[in-house]
């Protein structure tokens, strides 16, 4: 494989994955609608630094050890549902009545680091970089590096994936923002996450 055919080649994967719905998508349109754009963008740069973060790991070797052991993939695979479990239950339980609301506790929460951890603890991440990854770095050339260089891609599909979602948001933030429907995208996305942290809970490492 030549180094432009990796490279077209892996757009082509990442690009149908990054459009595939998952948690990351759920995050963005329930952080645009209900906490604005700001922090849609903020949750959007945590979820990028999540994927350098296993970039870094696979990179490194410490991905592969995910991808071997049945201890260590148990270990971030509960940690990771169990983070799931607790965000999905805050919006499911308490949500929001409008944006900004200043009686909600979660006007204050860090949304950088939501998407962050939601990312890094996720072992799925990491067990698709270690098997996806090899796939497409060329015979010859620095693993380190088209790991990096590959994520990078992967990181800008997503990026372009979320500002489209943000600014459709915004298009209908007039709808969006009223209090039924701010309240039922907090409940259906607290939902779709413990969905997401009852499957990762019950998941198997591959192989």
Sequence with gaps: MT???????????????????????ALILRTSTVEGTRKAIQAQLGINAGCLAWAAMVA????ALIAVSELAYDVLKWCGATYLA????????????KMGDANSTQRTQNWFMR?????????????????????????GHSPILWT???????????????????????KLSAILQRENVVKWLDRTTGTVFLLFAAKLAFS????
């Design 204 to 207: 198997h490492r591959p192989g």
């Design 86 to 97: 607790w965000l999905g239950a805050q919006m499911l339980l308490c949500p929001r009545k």
């Design 60 to 63: 490194f070797g410490l991905g």
């Design 3 to 25: 180094v432009t055919d990796a490279l077209i080649a892996f757009t082509f994967a990442a690009t149908l994955l990054t459009l595939t719905p998952g948690l990351d998508t």
């Design 148 to 170: 990096f260089g590959l994520v990078m891609i992967h990181v800008v599909l997503g990026t372009l994936w979320s500002s489209l979602l943000i600014g459709c948001t915004r």
């Design 115 to 139: 998407g962050f951890f939601g990312n890094l603890l996720n072992p799925k991440v990491g067990i698709f970089y270690v098997s996806f990854l090899p796939q497409f770095i060329p015979a």
